[in-house]
């Protein structure tokens, strides 16, 4: 498994059970008919704050990245889905 490049908070979360997430289209749409699967096992890190100009994101979402994926989820499925493990 590739390691992640550490974040500022310099924590690695890892996802604690498979969900899925609706898609986000070129658009920029959220897709109603396609998901992307989060694998369990997968690991994570906050998106760098300086690094935070390029996602829109609104209040009480979290950032995520992990290899070349970044998601926003919210601070909800965060906390249900992931698990800090350094």
Same mark, same amino acid.
């Given at each position: 498994?590739?390691?992640?490049?550490?974040?500022?908070?310099?924590?690695?979360?890892?996802?604690?059970? #498979?969900?899925?997430?609706?898609? !986000? +289209?070129? %658009?920029?749409?959220?897709?109603? &008919?396609?998901?992307?699967? $989060?694998? /369990?096992?997968?690991?994570?890190?906050?998106?760098?704050?300086?690094?935070?100009?390029?996602?829109? #994101?609104?209040?009480?979402?979290? !950032? +995520?990245? %992990?290899?070349?994926?970044?998601? &926003?989820?919210?601070?909800? $499925?965060? /906390?249900?889905?992931?698990?800090?493990?350094?």
């Amino acid at each position: 498994m590739k390691t992640i490049r550490k974040m500022r908070d310099m924590h690695t979360y890892k996802c604690t059970n #498979t969900f899925h997430i609706p898609t !986000i +289209l070129d %658009s920029g749409m959220v897709s109603e &008919e396609e998901y992307m699967t $989060i694998q /369990e096992g997968s690991l994570w890190g906050l998106v760098d704050e300086d690094e935070m100009e390029y996602y829109s #994101t609104i209040d009480e979402e979290i !950032i +995520l990245t %992990s290899e070349n994926l970044v998601i &926003e989820i919210s601070k909800e $499925i965060f /906390e249900k889905y992931f698990k800090i493990i350094e």
